[in-house]
C-alpha cells in the first residue's frame, strides 16, 4: 500500500542554519504531496504542496520538489527562524477507494535555538 | 469564518465511559474525516465521510462510530473507551480531494 517515510527527530538547530527534512513514499501512479506543520498545541496546517512530478511547491521560506526518479519531496529551508519550531508532516494523497484522503508520515520535530 | 472546530478541547475519561466528540466547518466542504494522533506515529485516518449522509472506515475505525449529521457536522463516538483509546483528536474537512483543514484538536485521557 502507500506510505510516506520521513526522516525522524527531533532536528535542533541553530537559528539561520540550512534545514533539510527527508521524505520519501511508495505509492501507486502520481499521488499528490503535501508538507503539513503543527505549532505547538495547534492543529496541523498545510505548509506546501506539489501535484505532479518536478513541482515545486513553496511558501514562508519553506521549499519542496516532486521528485518521480526518486520518490521524495525534502522539505528544505535556507535559513531557520526560531518562530519555524514545530512538529513538520509529509503526506501524500491516497485515491484509494471512494474517497482521497492523507497519508501521513510519523512527523519530524524541528526546534531551532537562537 | 472559524474554519473546522472542535468539542471539547481536553477530556478525562474513565474506561467504559462513552462520549462524543463534535466537529463543524462552515466553509461548505463536501468531505470531513477523523484522525487520532499517536506519539511517533503521525496521524491515522479513523473514519471519513465523503459527503452528506456518507461515512466510511478508515485504517484505524475499531472502537468508534460516527455520524454525518448534515453538511457542517461530524462527530466521532466512542461507545466503551479504553485507555489504548487515549490521544489527540482531529478532524478535517476538504471541497474536494487536495488540501485539507484541521480543527484545533481534542486531547483525550482515558484512565
Known amino acids: 500500500g502507500n506510505s510516506v517515510t520521513q526522516m525522524e527527530g527531533p532536528v535542533t538547530l541553530s537559528e539561520e542554519a540550512f534545514l533539510t527534512i527527508n521524505c520519501t513514499y511508495t505509492a501507486t501512479g502520481y499521488p499528490s504531496l503535501f508538507w503539513y506543520v503543527q505549532y505547538p498545541g495547534e492543529g496541523l496546517q498545510l505548509l506546501l504542496k506539489a501535484t505532479k512530478a518536478d513541482d515545486k511547491g513553496s511558501n514562508k521560506g519553506f521549499e519542496a520538489t516532486y521528485r518521480k526518479e526518486t520518490t521524495s519531496f525534502h522539505l528544505e529551508k535556507g535559513s531557520v527562524q526560531v518562530s519555524d519550531s514545530a512538529v513538520y508532516f509529509c503526506a501524500l494523497m491516497n485515491y484509494g477507494g471512494s474517497q482521497g484522503n492523507l497519508i501521513f508520515g510519523k512527523g519530524t520535530k524541528l526546534s531551532v535555538k537562537p | 469564518n472559524a474554519g473546522v472546530t472542535q468539542t471539547p478541547k481536553f477530556q478525562v475519561l474513565k474506561t467504559g465511559q462513552s462520549m462524543t466528540l463534535q466537529c463543524a466547518q462552515d466553509m461548505n466542504h463536501n468531505s470531513m474525516y477523523w484522525y487520532r494522533q499517536d506519539p511517533g506515529m503521525g496521524l491515522r485516518l479513523i473514519y471519513y465521510s465523503a459527503s452528506e449522509g456518507t461515512t466510511d472506515k478508515g485504517e484505524v475505525p475499531n472502537g468508534y462510530n460516527v455520524s454525518r449529521l448534515n453538511k457542517r457536522e461530524f462527530s466521532l463516538r466512542l461507545e466503551s473507551a479504553a485507555p489504548s483509546q487515549t490521544s489527540v483528536y482531529f478532524c478535517?474537512?476538504?471541497?474536494?480531494?487536495?488540501?485539507?483543514?484541521f480543527g484545533p484538536g481534542t486531547r483525550l485521557l482515558v484512565l
Open positions: 478535517a474537512s476538504t471541497p474536494g480531494q487536495e488540501t485539507q483543514y
